[in-house]
T-cell receptor, first 114, second 113 residues
Framework: GNSVTQMEGPVTLSEEAFLTINCTYTATGYPSLFWYVQYPGEGLQLLLK?????DKGSNKGFEATYRKETTSFHLEKGSVQVSDSAVYFCALSDRQSSGSRLTFGEGTQLTVNP | DSGVTQTPKHLITATGQRVTLRCSPR?????VYWYQQSLDQGLQFLIQ???????AKGNILERFSAQQFPDLHSELNLSSLELGDSALYFC????????????FGSGTRLTVV
């Protein structure tokens, strides 16, 4: 079955540091890949997505590239801010005809200190 | 506001009881998904409905059931509650295909005491 593996957290960085959160996946076919962010006490928000190999998703300074050869979708940001502190989830969506379930990774807690 | 509305936001109930969680999808979305987020299991897919019909089942217990009504809102029924059912329950909706992605509601926090 499908699965997503994220780097273990928690991750603690200083403001303006470079961020990488690793994500690898196992899936049949060609899934769509997503990063979701969950701020304390809130639901999940879509951060970025990529639907095919070599696509780069980007939003709010975050980027991730769909790498089919390494089955990876690592999240990066060049300079993190305190406001980026949250839990980040990598996810994939298999393709079904009428909507698709998301398979999530374990989540990575990011704390950014001033 | 994501457009997906979940009620109630918080629920505290006793073991053995039954509760109903409600979800109104984003306008125009036909698919509704239910997820459970717990500390030990992470985010687990429970069940999907598309335009009133069950389309996919995940790790949903037999004590749990769901339905989607003609107006497309959905309800998740949890019965014979156990302490381990304490979790955040999220609803998400999508227009249809997997590439579109989801919109999540803010969740219902269920505490079983």
């Amino acid at each position: 079955g499908n699965s997503v593996t994220q780097m273990e957290g928690p991750v603690t960085l200083s403001e303006e540091a470079f961020l990488t959160i690793n994500c690898t996946y196992t899936a049949t076919g060609y899934p769509s890949l997503f990063w979701y962010v969950q701020y304390p006490g809130e639901g999940l928000q879509l951060l970025l997505k990529a639907t095919k190999a070599d696509d780069k998703g980007s939003n709010k300074g975050f980027e991730a590239t769909y790498r089919k050869e390494t089955t990876s979708f690592h999240l990066e940001k060049g300079s993190v801010q305190v406001s980026d502190s949250a839990v980040y989830f990598c996810a994939l969506s298999d393709r079904q005809s009428s909507g698709s379930r998301l398979t999530f990774g374990e989540g990575t807690q990011l704390t950014v200190n001033p | 506001d994501s457009g997906v509305t979940q009620t109630p936001k918080h629920l505290i109930t006793a073991t053995g009881q039954r509760v109903t969680l409600r979800c109104s999808p984003r306008s125009g979305d036909l698919s509704v998904y239910w997820y459970q987020q717990s500390l030990d299991q992470g985010l687990q897919f429970l069940i999907q409905y598309y335009n009133g019909e069950e389309r996919a089942k995940g790790n949903i217990l037999e004590r749990f059931s769901a339905q989607q009504f003609p107006d497309l809102h959905s309800e998740l029924n949890l019965s014979s509650l156990e302490l381990g059912d304490s979790a955040l329950y999220f609803c998400a909706s999508s227009a249809g295909g997997g590439a579109v992605g989801y919109t999540f509601g803010s969740g219902t926090r269920l505490t079983v005491v």
